[in-house]
């Protein structure tokens, strides 16, 4: 026979912890609280199972559930020494619900079930105080009719208001019994026609209401969209704990509290808690009081007298109890009490929730108190929780003036003058101005002014949009999708909804970890992995296997990625320095070059400053391997396309309007992302990866000869499909190096590889393998390709597909393993074949991302690559990785 019904109460339980899945987070830590010999009211489970085959049933519950029920109940009745609808001798009961994870949407608790016309009579008998009885009979009558038949709670509010006016009183404690059982009548009228149905007076109607509206949210909505939010399986069910009441609003003896066993915001381990005295269930939480502090340790109010001082037996008996909890399960814990009378009992725990700050704290002090081990300690944290931590944050004691709300899109805060085109941004960066850009939304021509910029603002666009996806990657603070804002590029405003102008110049502060703007220059507080938060990934580093290293384009970034811990460069985009300040106009040059001698002259001029960028890149990663990509993007993106930027640009260059059109035009392209780009330009011009070539191995050579590094650059040759055409790049590749080698007469380990981000060629790795040291996922474009779906405009119907379920994550965010993951899996596989051992990474913005790091892990990778700011997450994310597969 199922055991559909688990009992727990004061000493023993039937169950235990390691049945959560069966008893829900609740029930089965009442159990476990039950078992270790904590005070707590007893009461009964009904498990998951329940709920399973109440939906499979078509909405009727197991047979045998009646009886086990009815048996539990009864003892129940005999424990407490009262009877459920008993009036001279009556037991109340709660209705909690609890899934196996903890789930906002489900059904609220109902409190004081078992209230009716007769038992009322007994309750008052019994506490001797008939204002307490009337006053929690019309809030069961408020609660049973909003929780368990979803009636609004406003008809009953508006009557208690009613009823405060006719008596002349403010507060609701100023009503005597008399109004309040006059009250609870008038709720039950209302009760009727809104509902057309009695209230019901039958105990049992009443809990079994109570019990079958908590099975029924599970389907309900809110508990359906949680869950596919948090990937919740909806066979999981929920499970219903009835529990005898205790009383904490039956005088001055009496209280209710929450606590955590530690400080859930700084980690602190001091037990922080909040209770009030004379209430009952969440009224700590619903703000109707002030809740009081627990201990003196922080507060020192005297108009709010701390528990210890008040109740000063409960508050000993409740810190032993606090230590018995973390004890047991050895972490920070979420506790709910009651004081009925001078007792105390205990109505939840579980584990608390903490900022990631606490997190790591409580994680690093837990093992030296002996209670974790470090693998514990590292499992502790979530890799995702990190990304709190990396950026500069607004200091939480500071007074936000928030005039707008968009989309969290890249996390962090940042302040500046608000500029609204990218040229500005650039040209006020220059002058050492911080700038916010502000834009309707942005595109690939804005990138110099994102980059130049300190953040993002924009318009429209959601959290896939160019500026949300493009500043994530720089690692730079922006809120997309700000509806709020009305931008006037003419007149260079913007008006907010609530009303603000803000004009070029104006300064404001973006948090992109919350989507908010706020007037002025808010104070922040800077990143750094240093103490506890340095001790944790010390301790990440020593399980993890694959390495992390992240993709740095300048010297700067590479600083910041190491001191997050990179061990080297997974991608230096190169088309990034060609961007920059004057080499513009070099490159713009070689591009309008009618000849290849033109180009070659224009390259001329290119050279000194790639090499010095790369001199600097080597000096700052000090010996670890970069990953140095060449030239990826199409040449049109190098050019202006308005009329007037082309002007500017022919006159300056010293040719004719007409002809930088004609070439202009000649180099548009229907779909560039598919077009004349990657290594089929090196194809193509042979020159401009030789020069590149020659910049990397000269950059190189010096540092070994005049400074004695040891560099191991790696040439990246991108948007590989076909052996062949690596086969030709390569050869040139190695012609140029074998020759700056033997000028400079230095050996230096150098490396040619390609990237994998076309189909053709994780199909095909085995051949590709044939040609090349290493291989990189570019998982960006792979999932572009494989897809056939471009970022860039994935925009107009991605959303609605994440939204309707029709994907379950954006595959730009999270590694889609099953598809593009498959790729990735084959073309390791085969270049290994090919080549034992053939070194492979990922350098993707999946590579940042600790689900998609988990899969490189477990196909093998030798390492992921991600942005500066999230190797922190990559590394913790590997070491999660590593630990789970032991
Ligand atoms: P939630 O899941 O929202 O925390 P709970 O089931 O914990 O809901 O109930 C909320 C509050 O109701 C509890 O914190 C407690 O104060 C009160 N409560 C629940 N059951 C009882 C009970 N049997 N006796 C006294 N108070 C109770
Ligand atoms: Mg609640
Ligand atoms: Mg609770």
């Given amino acids: 026979m199922t055991k559909?019904?688990?009992?727990?109460?004061?000493?023993?339980?039937?169950?235990?912890?390691?049945?959560?899945?069966?008893?829900?987070?609740?029930?089965?830590?009442?159990?476990?609280?039950?078992?270790?010999?904590?005070?707590?009211?007893?009461?009964?489970?009904?498990?998951?199972?329940?709920?399973?085959?109440?939906?499979?049933?078509?909405?009727?519950?197991?047979?045998?559930?009646?009886?086990?029920?009815?048996?539990?109940l009864q003892s129940l009745e005999r424990q407490m020494d009262k009877g459920f609808g008993d009036p001279s001798n009556?037991?109340?009961?709660?209705?909690?619900?609890?899934?196996?994870?903890?789930?906002?949407?489900?059904?609220?608790?109902?409190?004081?079930?078992?209230?009716?016309?007769?038992?009322?009579?007994?309750?008052?008998?019994?506490?001797?105080?008939?204002?307490?009885?009337?006053?929690?009979?019309?809030?069961?009558?408020?609660?049973?009719?909003?929780?368990?038949?979803?009636?609004?709670?406003?008809?009953?509010?508006?009557l208690l208001v009613e009823k405060k006016r006719c008596k002349g009183v403010e507060q609701d404690n100023q009503l005597s019994a008399e109004d309040l059982k006059l009250l609870a009548e008038e709720f039950k009228n209302s009760y009727q026609q809104a509902l057309g149905s009695q209230f019901p007076e039958d105990p049992h109607q009443q809990l079994w209401g109570a019990v079958s509206a908590v099975f029924g949210s599970w389907m309900n909505q809110r508990a359906v969209t949680y869950r596919r939010l948090n990937n919740i399986p909806s066979h999981w069910g929920t499970a219903v704990n009835v529990q005898a009441m205790v009383f904490g609003n039956m005088g001055n003896d009496c209280a209710t509290g929450v606590a955590f066993t530690r400080d859930p915001s700084t980690g602190e381990n001091y037990f922080f808690g909040e209770y009030l005295v004379n209430a009952q269930g969440e009224d700590v939480v619903a703000g109707i009081r002030t809740p009081q502090p627990l201990n003196k340790a922080k507060y020192k109010d005297d108009d709010l007298p701390a528990m210890e001082d008040v109740l000063p037996g409960c508050y000993r008996q409740l810190v032993e109890i606090r230590n018995t909890l973390e004890n047991h399960y050895r972490e920070m814990q979420d506790i709910e009490f009651t004081i009925e009378n001078g007792k105390l009992y205990m109505l939840q725990t579980r584990t608390g929730k903490r900022t990631a700050h606490a997190a790591i704290r409580i994680a690093v002090e837990m093992v030296s108190d002996n209670l974790i081990s470090e693998r514990e300690a590292v499992l502790r944290v979530k890799p995702e929780q990190l990304e709190q931590l990396l950026h500069p944050s607004i200091d939480p004691a500071a007074e936000k003036n928030i005039i707008a709300k968009g989309l969290p899109a890249s996390p962090g805060a940042c302040s500046g003058k608000v500029v609204f085109n990218?040229?500005?941004?650039?040209?006020?960066?220059?002058?050492?101005?911080?700038?916010?850009?502000?834009?309707?939304?942005?595109?690939?021509?804005?990138?110099?002014?994102?980059?130049?910029?300190?953040?993002?603002?924009?318009?429209?666009?959601?959290?896939?949009?160019?500026?949300?996806?493009?500043a994530r990657g720089m690692g730079k603070c922006c809120v997309a999708g700000c509806s709020d804002l009305k931008i006037d590029y003419e007149k260079q405003l913007l008006i907010t909804k609530s009303g603000h102008t803000i004009r070029r110049g104006d300064i404001i502060t973006l948090d992109g970890s919350a989507g908010e703007v706020m007037l002025g220059d808010m104070p922040k507080v800077q990143a750094s992995v240093s103490g506890d938060f340095g001790t944790l990934m010390n301790w990440a580093d020593k399980y993890r296997i694959m390495k992390v290293r992240s993709n740095a384009d300048t010297p700067h970034d590479a600083r910041v990625s190491r001191e997050f811990g990179a061990e080297g460069i997974g991608l230096c985009r190169t088309e990034h320095m060609f961007f920059e300040g004057d080499r513009i106009q070099a490159v713009r040059e070689m591009i309008l070059s009618a000849d290849l001698a033109g180009r070659q002259k224009a390259l001329q001029k290119i050279m000194p400053m790639q090499k010095g960028d790369f001199i600097g890149l080597f000096r700052e990663m000090k010996g670890?391997?970069?990953?140095?990509?060449?030239?990826?993007?199409?040449?049109?993106?190098?050019?202006?396309?308005?009329?007037?930027?082309?002007?500017?640009?022919?006159?300056?260059?010293?040719?004719?309007?007409?002809?930088?059109?004609?070439?202009?035009?000649?180099?548009?392209?229907?779909?560039?992302?598919?077009?004349?780009?990657?290594?089929?330009?090196?194809?193509?011009?042979?020159e401009v990866y030789d020069m590149q070539v020659r910049a990397i191995m000269e950059a190189a050579c010096e540092l070994v000869k005049n400074e004695g590094y040891e560099i191991a650059p790696e040439i990246m040759i991108p948007l590989v499909a076909h052996v062949s055409e690596l086969k030709v790049l390569r050869k040139n590749a190695v012609r140029v190096v074998e020759q700056v080698l033997a000028d400079y007469a230095v050996t230096v380990n150098y490396q040619i590889g390609t990237m994998i981000e076309l189909p053709r060629a994780a199909l095909m790795a085995d051949q590709i393998a044939m040609q090349a040291d290493f291989f990189s996922f570019g998982t960006n474009d792979l999932t572009q390709t494989t897809y056939g779906l471009s970022r860039d405009d994935a925009g107009g119907f991605l959303p609605s597909y994440i939204d309707s379920g029709i994907f379950a994550d954006d595959p730009f965010v999270k590694l889609d393993q099953e598809g593009v993951g498959q790729l990735v899996?084959?073309?390791?596989?085969?270049?290994?074949?090919?080549?034992?051992?053939?070194?492979?990474?990922?350098?993707?913005?999946?590579?940042?991302?600790?689900?998609?790091?988990?899969?490189?892990?477990?196909i093998g990778l030798d390492y992921v690559s991600c942005s500066p700011y999230r190797v922190p997450i990559a590394r913790l994310a590997a070491a999660h990785a590593a630990l789970q597969d032991e």
């Fill in 4 to 72: 559909y019904v688990y009992s727990f109460g004061e000493g023993r339980a039937d169950g235990d912890i390691s049945l959560r899945d069966l008893l829900g987070g609740k029930g089965a830590n009442l159990a476990e609280m039950s078992a270790i010999g904590l005070p707590v009211p007893p009461g009964f489970t009904l498990t998951t199972a329940v709920c399973r085959e109440f939906y499979d049933g078509g909405g009727s519950y197991p047979e045998e559930l009646s009886e086990q029920f009815s048996t539990a």
């Fill in 90 to 158: 009556p037991l109340l009961v709660s209705v909690r619900s609890g899934a196996p994870s903890s789930m906002p949407g489900m059904m609220d608790t109902v409190l004081n079930i078992g209230l009716n016309d007769q038992t009322i009579q007994g309750i008052i008998n019994q506490s001797g105080d008939p204002r307490f009885a009337y006053d929690s009979y019309r809030r069961f009558i408020q609660m049973y009719a909003n929780v368990v038949m979803g009636l609004d709670g406003d008809i009953f509010e508006k």
């Fill in 422 to 470: 990218a040229d500005e941004a650039e040209e006020m960066n220059r002058l050492k101005h911080r700038v916010i850009l502000v834009r309707v939304e942005t595109s690939p021509d804005d990138i110099h002014g994102m980059n130049a910029a300190q953040g993002i603002l924009t318009a429209r666009g959601g959290m896939t949009s160019h500026a949300a996806v493009v």
């Fill in 624 to 686: 670890l391997p970069v990953t140095i990509r060449l030239l990826d993007p199409p040449l049109h993106e190098f050019l202006p396309q308005s009329d007037n930027d082309i002007a500017d640009l022919a006159h300056a260059a010293g040719i004719a309007f007409s002809k930088v059109k004609e070439r202009v035009e000649e180099l548009h392209e229907f779909n560039p992302m598919l077009g004349h780009r990657g290594c089929r330009l090196g194809i193509t011009y042979p």
């Fill in 825 to 858: 899996k084959i073309a390791a596989d085969k270049g290994r074949q090919t080549i034992p051992g053939l070194k492979v990474g990922i350098c993707g913005e999946h590579g940042g991302e600790p689900s998609s790091v988990a899969f490189c892990h477990r």
